[in-house]
């Protein structure tokens, strides 16, 4: 089901798999990037979502106010019934320092540990799979 979609953001719930997938493109302007995590947000806390990969391979660096609105809103992920998170790092390295920052400010230890980054989509989702076994 889509949630939500603009030339630079798209998500999209797997109602079977419970699991948000986030797909950003480009560099996204920080009202879509706030409306996209809003929306993410709101959905988490309505509805039964356990895991979420944010798919950052086609996007361009994130300012660093984003990346604290995006600290904000991925504590309350986790609060609202998040278990697990993955991003897909982009080869843009500028915007890979951007993410890197994103995890360097996350404070809450199950943040930490269910919070990973990978190369490919593919490795994301072997991961997901593997460590939403043991937490379920």
Do not use: C
């Not at 509805?47 to 996007?59: F, G, K, R």
């Amino acid at each position: 089901m889509k949630l939500f979609k603009t030339e630079h953001a798209e998500i999209v719930y797997n109602s079977r798999k419970k699991q948000i997938v986030q797909k950003w493109r480009g560099f996204v302007p920080s009202d879509t990037f706030k409306k996209a995590l809003e929306i993410t947000s709101e959905f988490i806390e309505n509805n039964d979502v356990i895991s979420l990969i944010s798919d950052t391979s086609e996007q361009r660096a994130v300012s660093p106010a984003d990346v604290i609105t995006a600290t904000q809103y991925l504590e309350s992920y986790y609060k609202n019934g998040l278990l697990t998170m993955a991003f897909v790092l982009p080869e843009d390295v500028f915007t890979q320092m951007s993410l890197k920052k994103f995890e360097q400010t996350q404070t809450q230890p199950q943040t930490k540990s269910n919070l990973s980054f990978f190369r490919s989509s593919e490795a994301a989702k072997k991961w997901m799979k593997n460590i939403e076994s043991k937490i379920i």
